[in-house]
Every structure is written in structure tokens, then in C-alpha cells.
């Protein structure tokens, strides 16, 4: 019997849900059912999970806010399973712990969670609003794709083998 996880997130432009698709799509190769859920697209997601992984995009120094109210709403599931935390939003460098969001020991104390991951992020100047691109502008933030696709696959397996462990008991 594979573990049935849900894997939450919520995105601003895509970047995190395509980490997100990304995450799910190894971890279905590694035998683990996952079920995606975009926060910003509905309330509560139904049913059992053996664990969670949870995503935000960051924006000025905080995840989104429908993620926040997931795992609000979700604290005592959350507390009783597993779960992993990932960011998405440093640009122009490999992400370091103090890119860590302002809010995420707030998400801690809703999911005691195991790690928390950050990843690069991705700036596209088309996907932005005229006042996000004069943002841009004034504060120097460089346009690209940051996000290593490399790392966020071997999390998944590092997510993949934890779980294989702790919930098959293997």
C-alpha cells in the first residue's frame, strides 16, 4: 500500500505550481499517490492523507495568503502526519536560509513540519502587471528563471524515501 499525500500550494504567476507539478510527478514515479491542490481554487481539500507538503510563493517577505489559511484551518491534521514546507521566490542566487519568509515560523507552529525548502523563483516580465513590472524596476530584481530543477526533483526523493519508511514502516 503506497502513501496517499496532498500536496498544497498556492502560486502567483506559476512558478510555484510548476514546482508543484514537478514534486508530484516524482514522487508518482517513486510509487506515492499524490493529489494537488491549488489553494487559491477552493477551500479544503477532501479526504484522509498519510502526509502533506505544502508550498507558497513568497511576496514581500511572506507566503500566500490562502496557504496560511489551509494550514490554519488544517492545524490539527497537519500536527497529527508528517509534512514538508517549501518557498519559492529568491532570484538571481542559490536560495540560503536567510531567504527564509518573515512567516514561516508561523507555519511551523501550524505543521511542526520536518524541513522547509526554499527554491529559486521565476520572473517573467509578460506574466506581470505594469505596477509589478515598475517594482521591478525600482527595486533591481533581476527577470529569469531561478528554480533548479535538479534539487527539486532529489527532494522529492528525499521526500519519497522518508515516506516510504515512516509510513510503509519499511
Not at 503506497?2 to 506559476?14: D, F
Not at 523563483?121 to 533581476?142: D, F, I
Request: overall charge neutral; hydrophobic content about 40%.
Amino acid at each position: 500500500m503506497s502513501p496517499n499525500i496532498l500536496l498544497a500550494w498556492e502560486s502567483k504567476h506559476g512558478s510555484t505550481a510548476d514546482i508543484s507539478h514537478l514534486l508530484a510527478r516524482r514522487l508518482r514515479e517513486r510509487g506515492i499517490q499524490v493529489t494537488l491542490f491549488d489553494t487559491a481554487k477552493g477551500d479544503k481539500p477532501a479526504g484522509a492523507f498519510d502526509a502533506y507538503i505544502l508550498g507558497s510563493a513568497v511576496y514581500r517577505d511572506r507566503w500566500m495568503p490562502h496557504i496560511m489559511q489551509l494550514a490554519h484551518s488544517m492545524r490539527p491534521a497537519l500536527l497529527s502526519k508528517p509534512v514538508w514546507l517549501f518557498s519559492s521566490g529568491p532570484l538571481g542566487h542559490h536560495p540560503t536560509p536567510d531567504d527564509s519568509p518573515a512567516d514561516i515560523a508561523d507555519m511551523f507552529w501550524c505543521t511542526a513540519a520536518r524541513e522547509h525548502k526554499i527554491f529559486g523563483g521565476r520572473l517573467k516580465a509578460h506574466n506581470l502587471s505594469l505596477m509589478e513590472r515598475a517594482n521591478v524596476s525600482v527595486t533591481g530584481k533581476p527577470y529569469g528563471d531561478y528554480r533548479d530543477h535538479g534539487d527539486i526533483i532529489a527532494w522529492g526523493d528525499s521526500i519519497a524515501g522518508a515516506l516510504c519508511g515512516s509510513v510503509l514502516g519499511t
